[in-house]
């Protein structure tokens, strides 16, 4: 069964940043197009940058754009998001995504189309 870990959520300040890393367990990266998103409470889950499997293609909401670059080092087999000037806004749980057969704005834009997530990670933005 495929699997997707997150890590480096927690606690920041407003202006802060903080990197997230997605690592799957049991399979490679190589063949997959990886997304982030995030689920503030009572609101919906929102896609914030894919990236290709190469990364030649990359797709960002207008919400993080500038602010949460993404990359990918498959020899490392990892996913970042670097967040950056972190807002409370950014309150959400944040959660990694793979699908092997999207495109990168089919995967960001339609959540629901995904095949694989992790299992999220906190962060909370907070003075």
């Known amino acids: 069964q495929l699997q997707l870990v997150e890590s480096g959520g927690g606690l920041v300040q407003p202006g802060g940043s903080l990197r997230l890393s997605c690592t799957p367990s049991?399979?490679?990266?190589?063949?997959?197009?990886i997304g982030w998103f995030r689920q503030a409470p009572g609101k919906e889950r929102e896609g914030l940058s894919c990236?290709?499997?190469?990364?030649?293609?990359?797709y960002y909401a207008d919400s993080v754009k500038g602010r949460f670059p993404i990359s990918r080092d498959n020899a490392k087999n990892t996913v970042y998001l670097q967040m950056n000037n972190l807002e409370p806004e950014d309150t959400a749980v944040y959660y990694c995504?793979?699908?092997?057969?999207?495109?990168?704005?089919?995967?960001?834009?339609?959540?629901?189309?995904?095949?694989?997530w992790g299992q999220g990670t906190q962060v909370t933005v907070s003075s």
């Open positions: 990236i290709s499997k190469r990364a030649f293609n990359i």
């Open positions: 995504a793979a699908d092997p057969s999207v495109t990168v704005q089919s995967m960001c834009v339609r959540a629901g189309i995904v095949n694989y």
């Open positions: 049991g399979f490679s990266l190589d063949d997959y197009v």
